[in-house]
């Protein structure tokens, strides 16, 4: 029996995988914003019915939305900025009897995908969470790459290249400006939109707008298919992969699998592109099943 975590955005999930990867138990609840004890109680309860059902296990995984300090042993580069300089897993360890391992919640995906997911077989794989933030994560043969400063596949914190005389370059919490993340996570997305049009709407109702036929949406959601295939182009200049899978919720927006590998071929250092860009095969309990493996 594996048990894993996904500590996202707007939910905390916990799944119970038997040995052959099937989920026995899923259970979700929404994230506290903004508050770490809350967020700690969520996770300790969450286990405790994991308990309730099975007994106490030895081992949790937990995929969270930034990297844990090779330094200090604490979380850094977290878009859920209350887990900044905490030390979770010690936290949680004052509690809990099992042994706490953490992961980027990209890599949580790129290795779920690539082990028996969209992208199992293939050798160079980059997952993408296009959620509440902009993640990335590499895996390579079979390997999820982390990097000397946990940082590998950390793409959302690049600069959006190529940009447009109307692409604006607003603040990032992580200090700079222009970063992949405000275009390209829902927030960021919904935020454009309103900058653009006047008027606010999340990114669900910005997609569903845009399948409807609404002409502002539609033009969003063509400008986002730009701002993706240009950020996505960058990362395949460099590390050149088979598949690029997106998970998050706006991986659900089918329009973009077919629009953005006709634009990415113009920024693309190739004469031909090959990568194949897919939905997530297990969608949002991806990432989690990730973390149980951990």
Known sequence: MKVGIDLGGTKIEAVVLNDDNHILLRERMPTPQGDYAATLAIIISLVRRVESEFGVFPRLGIGIPGA??????????????????????ADLSATLSQTIVLANDANCLALSEASDGAAAGEDVVFAVILGTGCGGGLVVNGQVLNGVNAIAGEWGHNPLPWPSEKDEMHPCYCGQKGCLETFLSGPGMA????KRYGRPLSAQAISEGAEAGEEVCRRHMESYAHWL????????????????VLGGGLSNVDFLYRRVPELWTQWVFSDRVDTRLVPAKWGDSSGVRGAAWL
């Not at 935020?191 to 309103?194: C, G, I, K, Q, W």
Request: hydrophobic residues 45%.
């Open 229 to 244: 295939a240009k950020g996505l182009a960058s990362v395949m200049n460099v590390v050149d992969p088979d598949v690029i």
């Open 191 to 194: 935020m454009h939109f309103e």
């Open 68 to 89: 844990v300090s090779k330094q200090t042993g604490r979380i850094k580069n977290a878009n859920s900025t209350c887990l900044i300089g905490r030390d979770l897993a």
